[in-house]
Protein backbone atom coordinates (compact mmCIF):
# COMPACT_ATOMS: atom_id res chain seq x y z
CA UNK A 1 0.00 0.00 0.00
CA UNK A 2 1.23 3.44 -1.46
CA UNK A 3 1.84 5.92 1.80
CA UNK A 4 2.60 9.81 0.68
CA UNK A 5 3.13 11.72 4.06
CA UNK A 6 4.30 15.72 3.39
CA UNK A 7 4.92 17.85 5.51
CA UNK A 8 6.81 21.52 6.68
CA UNK A 9 4.20 23.67 4.95
CA UNK A 10 3.28 27.09 6.93
CA UNK A 11 2.70 30.26 6.69
CA UNK A 12 5.51 32.70 5.30
CA UNK A 13 6.41 36.23 4.46
CA UNK A 14 7.08 36.88 0.70
CA UNK A 15 10.88 36.53 0.13
CA UNK A 16 10.79 33.97 3.22
CA UNK A 17 12.10 30.39 2.53
CA UNK A 18 10.49 26.77 3.73
CA UNK A 19 11.71 23.25 2.79
CA UNK A 20 8.97 20.53 2.46
CA UNK A 21 9.05 17.04 3.18
CA UNK A 22 7.82 13.55 1.35
CA UNK A 23 7.91 10.49 3.14
CA UNK A 24 7.32 7.49 1.14
CA UNK A 25 6.31 4.00 2.06
CA UNK A 26 5.18 0.91 0.44
CA UNK A 27 6.99 1.83 -2.87
CA UNK A 28 10.40 0.95 -4.21
CA UNK A 29 11.20 4.60 -4.04
CA UNK A 30 14.75 4.56 -5.28
CA UNK A 31 13.99 3.92 -9.20
CA UNK A 32 10.77 5.94 -8.73
CA UNK A 33 10.52 9.38 -11.16
CA UNK A 34 8.90 11.80 -8.56
CA UNK A 35 7.38 14.99 -8.75
CA UNK A 36 5.82 17.80 -6.41
CA UNK A 37 2.59 19.19 -7.69
CA UNK A 38 0.96 21.69 -6.03
CA UNK A 39 -3.20 23.26 -6.32
CA UNK A 40 -4.31 26.94 -5.00
CA UNK A 41 -7.76 27.35 -4.22
CA UNK A 42 -10.26 27.49 -7.78
CA UNK A 43 -7.25 26.20 -9.85
CA UNK A 44 -6.06 22.38 -11.33
CA UNK A 45 -3.13 20.86 -9.66
CA UNK A 46 -0.21 21.37 -11.61
CA UNK A 47 3.12 20.34 -11.71
CA UNK A 48 5.98 21.95 -10.13
CA UNK A 49 9.29 19.89 -9.94
CA UNK A 50 10.18 16.44 -11.10
CA UNK A 51 13.22 14.17 -10.54
CA UNK A 52 14.62 11.16 -11.94
CA UNK A 53 14.69 8.01 -10.03
CA UNK A 54 18.68 8.71 -9.14
CA UNK A 55 18.10 12.38 -8.25
CA UNK A 56 20.11 13.74 -11.86
CA UNK A 57 17.66 15.37 -13.67
CA UNK A 58 15.72 17.74 -12.72
CA UNK A 59 12.66 19.50 -14.12
CA UNK A 60 11.09 22.98 -13.06
CA UNK A 61 7.98 24.76 -14.36
CA UNK A 62 9.07 28.43 -15.06
CA UNK A 63 7.50 30.16 -13.30
CA UNK A 64 9.49 28.59 -10.47
CA UNK A 65 13.21 28.29 -12.14
CA UNK A 66 15.94 30.11 -9.67
CA UNK A 67 13.64 29.81 -6.81
CA UNK A 68 12.68 26.10 -5.75
CA UNK A 69 14.91 23.43 -5.88
CA UNK A 70 13.88 19.43 -6.16
CA UNK A 71 16.18 16.65 -4.58
CA UNK A 72 15.47 13.27 -2.66
CA UNK A 73 17.52 10.91 -0.44
CA UNK A 74 16.52 7.33 -1.52
CA UNK A 75 18.06 5.81 1.89
CA UNK A 76 15.94 7.78 3.67
CA UNK A 77 12.92 7.18 1.02
CA UNK A 78 12.40 11.13 1.31
CA UNK A 79 11.86 13.12 -0.95
CA UNK A 80 12.37 17.15 -0.66
CA UNK A 81 11.50 20.57 -2.00
CA UNK A 82 13.33 24.24 -1.64
CA UNK A 83 11.71 26.77 -1.98
CA UNK A 84 13.22 30.38 -1.79
CA UNK A 85 12.22 33.64 -2.43
CA UNK A 86 8.51 32.79 -2.02
CA UNK A 87 5.81 35.04 -3.75
CA UNK A 88 2.03 35.16 -3.05
CA UNK A 89 1.68 33.50 -5.97
CA UNK A 90 3.04 30.38 -4.47
CA UNK A 91 0.27 29.99 -1.89
CA UNK A 92 -1.11 26.47 -2.42
CA UNK A 93 -1.34 22.63 -1.25
CA UNK A 94 1.62 21.01 -2.16
CA UNK A 95 1.60 17.35 -3.01
CA UNK A 96 4.30 14.67 -3.85
CA UNK A 97 3.98 11.94 -6.06
CA UNK A 98 5.45 9.34 -8.86
CA UNK A 99 5.57 9.16 -11.97
CA UNK A 100 2.74 8.01 -13.09
CA UNK A 101 0.93 9.11 -10.13
CA UNK A 102 -0.24 6.63 -7.71
CA UNK A 103 -2.64 7.80 -5.03
CA UNK A 104 -2.68 11.12 -3.47
CA UNK A 105 -1.41 12.12 0.32
CA UNK A 106 -3.09 14.91 2.21
CA UNK A 107 -0.49 17.64 0.93
CA UNK A 108 0.96 20.16 3.08
CA UNK A 109 -0.68 24.13 2.91
CA UNK A 110 1.53 26.85 1.62
CA UNK A 111 0.70 30.60 2.41
CA UNK A 112 2.89 33.44 1.43
CA UNK A 113 1.58 36.68 2.55
CA UNK A 114 2.85 39.56 5.11
Known amino acids: QVQLVESGGGLVQPGGSLRLSCAASGIIFSPSRMGWYRQAPGKDRELVAT????????NYVDSVKGRFTISRDNAKNTLYLQMNTLKPEDTAVYYC???????WGKGTLVTVSS
Open 97 to 103: NTIPNKG
Open 51 to 58: ISGGGSIR
